[in-house]
């Protein structure tokens, strides 16, 4: 005989109503947020330790240690390993960015010293001005975007500041150190372009002047929070002291500094800048008028990287495309694999279409 009565909770469990378990949940997201934080000042104090002992930021080794107690504490618990290894990687990357950012007040590099960035209302000259004044720097901002009076300052500390940094696009760097060849600033003057043709002949010329010239590009956005995940390379001006000046900048924190001398910058990063936005311009352009109901793995990723390569500065984006003589060269690659893609699968050839594969798999890391 069937009953459509509600059995109730099970045997040797106390019925708890929905209140006392959101309660419950609400305390141990409490007790998270308290472990975290006190997790945090724990880091800095190991951060503070490693620089009495001159160790550096980041101990790999130590890392893998603290993900794999984490994932086997994880599975005695019955919890999802992932769970764990994604709550325990956003702990290391907070704590790695506060150890850095304690370094950079610590190492005051920029103590009683000026700086100048040129550029400095855009989004990169932001970046570089916070950057800046976290080690010391006064910094000054010249830019259209900024206020007369800041201007005023800028223009005023421009000719003795210690650093002047140019956060503005190739051609303007340009003529700007054109125009400063005729009475060089004291300091040491850098670009952050991220094509450097333009400026080959303008940095030879500002040295040949006596000017200081050093040149670097950041492999990363204003947005980025931890420098461990950054590249940041170096260009070879001939100029071994601005360099220097320039790298010191940097070694406080985990940044990776690669360094490349100034004639290959712009051949490497037709591949790494040139032909990656292309193809996710081409993605995004390639895509359907309407919005289909479902996405796969695959579509959502490549829609995403689409979706934040148009959002970006057309300005900026074709200035990489155009003013990079190797960017041809890269596209032109780019254009011929979609031939052979096309090619294979029109002519029923499934034999060509794993060559193709096997050929991807040579030139690609393997899936992590």
Not at 156 to 181: F, H, K, M, N, Q
Not at 251 to 280: C, G, K, N, W, Y
Not at 331 to 351: E, K, N, S, T
Request: hydrophobic residues 45%; negative net charge.
């Amino acid at each position: 005989m069937s009953s459509n009565r509600d059995p109730g909770p099970p045997p040797g469990r106390p019925e708890q109503d929905l209140d006392t378990l959101r309660a419950r949940i609400r305390q141990i997201d409490l007790d998270l947020v308290t472990a975290a934080a006190e997790r945090m000042e724990l880091a800095r104090q190991v951060g503070e330790c490693k620089r009495r002992q001159k160790l550096p930021t980041v101990d790999y080794a130590q890392e893998k240690i603290v993900v794999e107690r984490a994932l086997a504490f994880a599975g005695e618990c019955g919890l999802e390993p992932g769970v764990a290894a994604d709550l325990l990687a956003g702990l290391i990357r907070a704590s790695v960015t506060a150890q850095d950012e304690d370094n950079l007040r610590h190492a005051g590099v920029g103590t009683g010293k000026r700086a100048v960035v040129v550029g400095g209302a855009g989004r990169m000259g932001r970046w570089f001005c916070g950057f800046l004044s976290a080690q010391g720097y006064a910094t000054e901002v010249l830019d259209p975007g900024a206020t007369p009076d800041e201007n005023a300052r800028a223009r005023a500390a421009l000719a003795s500041a210690d650093l002047v940094v140019c956060s503005t696009p190739p051609e303007a760097t340009a003529e700007l150190y054109r125009g400063w060849s005729r009475q060089p600033p004291t300091g040491v003057v850098v670009d952050i372009a991220s094509i450097k043709t333009p400026l080959l002949d303008p940095i030879a010329e500002l040295r040949r002047a006596g000017g200081r010239v050093a040149s670097i590009h950041p492999m990363f956005g204003p947005s980025i929070v931890l420098l461990r995940d950054a590249d940041v390379v170096i260009c070879d001006t001939g100029d071994a002291g601005a360099t220097a000046a320039v790298e010191l900048i940097f070694q406080p924190t985990t940044a990776h500094l690669v360094r490349l001398p100034l004639a290959d910058h712009d051949r490497i990063m037709a591949d790494l800048l040139s032909l990656a936005h292309a193809t996710a311009i081409a993605f995004a352009l390639a895509l359907p008028q309407t919005e289909h109901p479902v996405r796969s793995t695959t579509f959502r990723a490549l829609e995403s990287l689409a979706a934040a390569v148009v959002r970006e500065s057309p300005d900026v984006y074709y200035e990489i495309q155009a003013s990079n003589p190797h960017s041809a060269a890269a596209l032109a690659r780019m254009r011929d694999a979609l031939d052979r893609l096309i090619a294979a699968v029109g002519a029923g050839d499934p034999a060509g279409f794993r060559d193709l594969l096997e050929e991807g798999r040579a030139r690609t890391p393997e899936a992590r």
